[in-house]
């Protein structure tokens, strides 16, 4: 018996296969419905709506269903794709035993513990017939796969098998042919009033002594099975009149539970009380097989409709087993396969595709026994093949394999006792002798030449490895031995090896396991390994070097360094024999050959690309044949980013991988598609870093980075260019720049000047003292000292006799680019570039500058850009005329003209001319009162004449004077302030009207549409936060978040001080604030609580743990899980980010309260010892830290050695040795372990089992296997004990336990992506 799946659950009493899909059901004694994937071992769902146990269910052949009945009397139909139950079924006034969909009409059989059995109709929902006769409970009824028959079984120790036809004819839609139709209806008629039923008694079975607990029909044969509380297990065989009993089994030892046909082969699986599966050859009657539990009754068993695969339900769980291998053993030799199908050794031409039997080999042992053929090695010097099987203990058997199929006198073979016998030269072959240790070496004649010692103890397999020479397995460790040497040549680690595959010139091999695959060389070197979800089945080398391996539902290839993909997907498992070319050979599970063609284009291209031959990678590339972003991402985890540019035509992965791999060429063609900052910012960084400071040049000025560029016109000694940058900051206003253009250009008086223009005199006069410039100097003290008024005179500053003067510094070089070092492109850059160039060649299309960096005024060019052409555009850029400064692209937008203003428009030079500065402005048109004209002192005179005659033509209109207009017009005062009449002089008093309130930035932080916990509580909402927070995480004691909601509300408003007795002013602080705005409306609060300032505590918190300081650690990460609902992210990373956070908060939390715990325990008696025993036992299970874990480890190591459970005890060393602890832990932990084997065995029992995972429940502490019932935190997920629900969760102090809740949103972003689901 092969099991292949476990689960540990309470008692299992219904058990389904799905048709299709790897999926069981599971119907337990608690209630439950578990829906288990057992190939991946993962529970998919759980169904839990009936009350009490649940002890039948059953799939739909082809419809998303399956029914369930209970001991609610209830029987339900669900659907799994909406993980619901559709309706229910009442009508049975007892329990509901077993429950069973027909095959083709829409029926669901069911047996119930009133003694009847009902057939209802799940699309009409009703009841079409009660079966009645059986005077006990009926435990079991179950429909004939093809005929229209009903077997059940009662405690009433009969078994009956009812006849359906009626019921199937009158379920039938009559025909529209009203002569089949009128005789329909007679027959009708005459059955109900003759009392015909639509179902009858065709047989009644007795010859059981007790009751009968199931009975089964055979899938194709006249035969029924059945097993009851007698201890028997009797065969039936019926015809059209009678039936009768053939034979009785015996041998169980208590009462059997449930009984079947194998549906593939002649045999009788049954199972239990006596916790035993018995499996019966039916032909012989004879038991062939037992597979007993120790502690668990069987209660259910049933098999899959399709695969060789069956269940059994006992009071611990489930397993899914085979009765034996269905892989066939065969050997690959040139063209041939040689393979054991049907009996008989056969050999599959691959170059004619002829197959024929050649000799018949010899059954192993009985059916069901496991003991067939199971592996093969051919010898193609002496044409003789070698058949190892698992028979009494290990044996082979030895063929001389004719040219032709052997019609009579077939010679006799060779058998021998050893496991794994392989050929290991051209007359010799050896086998192993696993209760000596010992490796036999024989000749053809079966004669034993040599004896071997094993070279490793405990070795427990053997694989040919060439000529002398083999592989020698002990638990995970693989020694290549030279048997004629008697010496160990190298060695591996690796899972337990199942298979070794060759290549053809033996100078590589791969190493299969369960679920691992190693590749290495001859001598075991370069290893590399693939770990596998699936199970691995087989593997065959191409010719090129890769291996091509199977698993369960996939075909896939691995390189030499270990990377692999898919190349194909299964229906079914295929053992593969042979690759040639794209042309597949295998065999599946039933021993028939198959071919099927595969495409190798992905891993001969990641071959070439491994090994560097790069013109078989070009020729891929231009051929087309490999696609997608699988390909793309491969290319930039392995450091080939040149190459993924020719897969791409995104212009954004394109200059993403351009920057990547440095081309600048093909990054400016993308960021010309692209045009954004960010964009234009990435490859002026890219482009300095290379020295390329003309496309530099370009990128700076396309996104207006002033300060960037005249740095790097200061570095590149552009003193031209820089005067240029100079002058645009000068008619932009921007103080900021002329001052930082002054001082790379050493011009100290346009340095003074922009100090003086912006009050800071002191500066400015510092300057001009320090650079002798004397008359300034006495302006500027002047002043000073006269900016107090009548106060008493501000002292100068003082000047420092060591200040050195302002010098530029002069570069070295003044080249186009800076000088690199000259080198040779590599092959797939040059190419990139070639082809950006290529495109480059139709020139700059409409591509014209307009200002630096062309603004609005540049084109789209209609081709793409060279480094070239971007440095002469550059150029060109800041050669403009200054008259056209203004109009340029440069910043005409922030030119403050002030149009039309009751003032008139006021001067850029103003203040610079009331200082006598060196003002930068224009001339104005005195507009209003008092406006006059001013003039600058400096550049730029003769220009407003110009534009007086431009902008708005804003007249003034002579309006009626009843209108009360409060402006003065041109030529009049501007108001109140400038002295002039206003319109109440005009109308009398006029009444004054209350602005209305505006909105505050508290409600329009609260009006957005996906606001967050967080955000609401920095608005002030406290009531909206607690309502949010109740749910999504089920929130309901929000007393310890007090402080954070004070401290969140308090940092997102400042409070500004006003006058005496006015009020204080609260002002909103948003976290998207731009200086240099002059009106922003509110967007989102600034928040105290950030990722990062989560990650510092919980770096804080780690560091508590390692020191041992477990009450502080624990306060810690109390404060970061009350902390995080109150935290907003930007991207769906750091909101992954936030959930994984939450995920160790709660590990490290639940494991820390249980240490506090077991330190509390006071030591006392031995249930004392024992309970802080369990609490050391799950503190190690918790997902810590490797270092935590290590120490949690050795601490639980110590307790279990002083409680002398060495068993556990030693379990806790080897796990401290797999975490490569320190060499003095793993010294004692060593020492320790060899202490614990030497007197194996738990003085003291205790609730912990080490290999059934488990959740521990933070409240009470105990464990919670799968599939047991459980409560669960909606804010960490945490799993309690049933019996805690309701009660508040210690993660945190504030989620009741059991609630309903839609997940925690902390990105705003993504919950307006996803709705109202989940942590976000």
């Not at 899938?219 to 029924?224: V, Y």
């Not at 002829?354 to 067939?372: I, M, Q």
Request: a neutral charge; aromatic letters at 8%; glycine letters at 10%.
């Amino acid at each position: 018996m092969l099991t292949k799946f476990e689960t540990k659950s309470n008692r299992v009493k219904g058990l389904s296969f799905h048709p299709k899909r790897p999926w069981i059901l599971a119907s337990l004694h608690s209630g439950v419905i578990q829906l288990w994937d057992y190939r991946m071992g993962t529970l998919i769902d759980r169904f839990d709506e009936h009350e009490g146990p649940v002890r039948g269910v059953h799939f739909h052949k082809s419809q998303p269903l399956f029914v369930s009945g209970g001991d609610d009397y209830k029987i339900k139909v669900w659907n799994y794709k909406l993980r619901r139950c559709l309706f229910t079924l009442l009508g049975h006034l007892d329990y509901i035993r077993t429950v069973q969909f027909h095959h083709e009409s829409p029926w669901i059989v069911s047996a119930s513990d009133d003694q009847t059995i009902r057939i209802w109709n799940w699309q009409s929902r009703a009841c079409v017939s009660v079966l009645t006769g059986h005077n006990h409970y009926v435990m079991c009824a179950l429909f004939h796969p093809k005929e229209d028959l009903v077997v059940s079984a009662s405690l009433d120790q009969t078994v009956r098998v009812w006849d359906i036809g009626a019921l199937k004819k009158k379920s039938v839609t009559p025909s529209s042919d009203e002569s089949l139709r009128i005789p329909q209806l007679q027959l009708q008629m005459n059955a109900d009033l003759f009392g015909g039923g639509d179902a009858i008694v065709k047989y009644v079975l007795e010859s059981h002594d007790r009751g009968v607990n199931w009975a089964a029909f055979h899938p194709s044969l006249p035969l029924i099975v059945s097993g009851a509380d007698d201890r028997q297990i009797k065969l039936w065989r019926y015809n059209e009149s009678k039936a009768w009993e053939v034979d009785s089994l015996r041998g169980h030892a208590n009462n059997v539970s449930c009984v079947m046909f194998h549906s593939r082969q002649d045999l009788i699986v049954s199972n239990s009380e006596d916790k035993s599966i018995r499996v019966w050859d039916m032909t012989k009657r004879l038991c062939v097989h037992t597979f007993r539990r120790e502690h668990d009754r069987f209660w259910v068993l049933t098999a899959h409709p399709e695969v060789n695969l069956l269940a059994a339900g006992h009071d611990s769980g489930m397993i899914v087993f085979k009765l034996e291998r269905e892989r066939p053993a065969f050997a690959c030799q040139g063209t041939q396969i040689f393979y054991v199908r049907d009996r008989y050794l056969r050999v599959l031409d691959t170059a004619t595709q002829r197959d024929v039997a050649l000799v018949p080999v010899r059954r192993g042992g009985l059916v069901g026994s496991n003991n067939g053929p199971k592996a093969l090695s051919y010898n193609p010097a002496e044409s003789c093949v070698l058949v190892s099987s698992d028979l009494e203990g290990g044996s082979f058997e030895l063929y001389n394999v004719p040219k032709e199929p052997i019609r009579s006198d077939v010679p006799e073979c060779k058998r021998g006792l050893g496991s794994c016998a392989v050929f290991i030269a051209r007359n010799r072959f050896a086998a192993l002798d696993r209760p000596t240790n010992t490796i036999h070496i024989r000749n053809l004649q079966n004669e034993i030449t040599k004896k071997v010692p094993a070279p490793l103890p405990g070795t427990d397999a053997i694989f040919y490895a060439g000529t002398g020479m083999l592989l020698c397995r002990s638990e995970d460790k693989l020694v290549l031995f030279d048997v004629q040497q008697r010496s160990v040549t190298a060695e591996v680690s690796s899972p337990p090896v199942k298979y070794v595959v060759w290549n053809t010139d033996m100078s590589q091999v791969a190493l299969l396991s369960k679920h691992a695959v190693v590749v290495a060389g001859k001598k075991l070197q370069d290893a590399a390994t693939v770990h596998e979800t699936m199970r691995v089945k087989s593997a065959v080398w191409d010719d090129t070097g890769v291996l091509v391996y199977s698993t369960l539902n996939h075909i896939k290839y691995c390189l030499p360094n270990g990377d692999s993909g898919v190349i194909r997907t299964l229906d079914a498992p295929l053992y593969l024999t042979k690759l040639n070319g794209t042309l597949l050979h295998a065999l599946d599970r039933e021993g028939k050959a198959r071919q099927m063609q595969i495409d190798p284009s992905e891993y001969v291209f990641k071959l070439a690309l491994f090994q560097r031959r790069f013109e078989v990678v070009v020729a891929m590339v231009k051929s087309g044949a490999l696609k997608g972003a699988a390909i793309i991402g491969y290319l930039q985890q392995k450091g080939f980013p040149e190459v993924a540019l020719h897969f791409v035509k995104d212009p954004r992965i394109r200059f993403q991988l351009a920057v990547q791999c440095g081309n600048i060429e093909v990054a400016l063609q993308s960021a010309q598609e692209l045009d954004e900052r960010l964009t234009w910012e990435r490859l002026g960084v890219e482009a300095l870093r290379q020295g390329n400071h003309q496309v530099a040049e370009f990128s700076y000025q396309r996104v207006r980075a002033f300060d960037r560029l005249a740095f790097l016109y200061l570095a590149s000694g552009n003193q031209e260019k820089l005067g240029k940058v100079a002058r645009l900051a000068a008619s932009r206003g921007d103080f900021n720049g002329r001052l930082q253009a002054a001082m790379y250009q050493g011009d100290i008086l346009e340095l003074i000047c922009v100090l003086e223009e912006t009050g800071q005199l002191p500066l400015a006069y510092v300057a001009a003292a320090t650079h002798g410039l004397k008359t300034v100097a006495s302006r500027l003290a002047a002043q000073i000292m006269a900016s107090n008024g009548n106060a008493t005179p501000t002292k100068l500053p003082a000047i420092s006799a060591k200040a050195e003067l302002l010098r530029v510094p002069e570069p070295l070089l003044h080249e186009d680019n800076w000088p690199l070092l000259t080198i040779t492109k590599g092959f797939f850059e040059a190419l990139a570039s070639g082809g950006a160039s290529g495109k480059a060649g139709g020139g700059v299309d409409g591509k014209v500058a307009g200002g630096v960096g062309g603004g609005s005024a540049a084109g789209k060019s209609g081709g793409s850009m060279s480094a070239a052409e971007a440095a002469r555009q550059a150029a060109a850029a800041l050669d403009v005329d200054e008259a056209t400064l203004e109009g340029a692209g440069w910043g005409n937008e922030e030119l403050d003209l002030d149009l039309g203003s009751a003032g008139g428009a006021k001067e850029k030079g103003e203040a610079g001319g009331a200082t006598g500065g060196k003002g930068s402005g224009t001339k104005g048109a005195g507009g209003g009162g008092g406006g006059g004209a001013g003039k600058g002192s400096g550049e730029g005179e003769g220009e407003g004449d110009e534009e007086a005659s431009e902008g708005w033509d804003m007249e003034d209109l002579d309006l009626p004077a009843d209108l009360g207009s409060g402006g003065g017009g041109a030529g009049g005062h501007g108001g109140p302030f400038g002295g002039g009449s206003s319109g109440a002089a005009h109308g009398g008093e006029a009444p004054f009207s209350a602005p209305a309130p505006g909105v505050s930035a508290a409600q329009r932080w609260i009006d957005r549409r996906h606001v967050l916990a967080g955000e609401l509580v920095a608005a002030g909402a406290f009531g909206a936060a607690m309502s949010l927070l109740k749910t999504q995480i089920g929130a309901i004691d929000f007393e310890p978040l007090k402080p954070i909601f004070l401290d969140l509300h308090a940092a997102s408003f400042a409070v500004c001080p006003a006058l005496h007795g006015v009020p204080s002013i609260l002002t909103h602080l948003d976290q998207t604030h731009l200086r240099d705005a002059s009106a922003q409306p509110p967007s989102a609060p600034s928040l105290i609580f950030s990722l990062t300032a989560l990650e510092e505590m919980l770096r804080a918190a780690y560091r508590l743990v390692t020191e041992g300081k477990f009450s502080d650690a624990l306060r810690m990460f109390t404060r970061i899980l009350r902390t995080i609902p109150f935290t907003v992210v930007a991207t769906a990373k750091e909101a992954a980010d936030v959930r994984e956070l939450v995920t160790i908060c709660r590990e490290y939390h639940t494991a820390i309260r249980c240490e506090l715990r077991r330190k509390e325990l006071k030591e006392g008696n031995e249930d004392v010892a024992k309970r802080g025993a369990e609490l050391a036992a799950y503190f190690t299970h918790a997902k810590l830290q490797p270092a935590h874990t290590v120490l949690a480890l050795r601490q639980a190591m110590n307790v279990f050695f002083k409680l002398r459970n060495f068993n556990l005890c030693a379990g806790f060393c080897r796990r401290l040795l797999e975490l490569n602890a320190g060499p003095k832990i793993a010294e004692q932990a060593r020492a320790v372990l060899t202490a614990c084997e030497r007197s194996p065995g738990d003085a003291v029992p205790l609730n912990y089992d080490p290999r059934n995972p488990f959740d521990l429940c933070p409240i009470t502490f105990q464990p919670i296997y799968k599939g047991y019932k459980s409560a669960v935190d909606p804010y960490t997920k945490a799993r309690f004990a049933p019996e805690c629900e309701g009660q508040i969760s210690p993660l945190g102090d504030f989620v009741r336990v059991g609630a309903e809740g839609t997940g925690l949103a902390v990105c705003a972003a993504a919950a307006a992506a996803a709705g109202t689901g989940g942590m976000h």
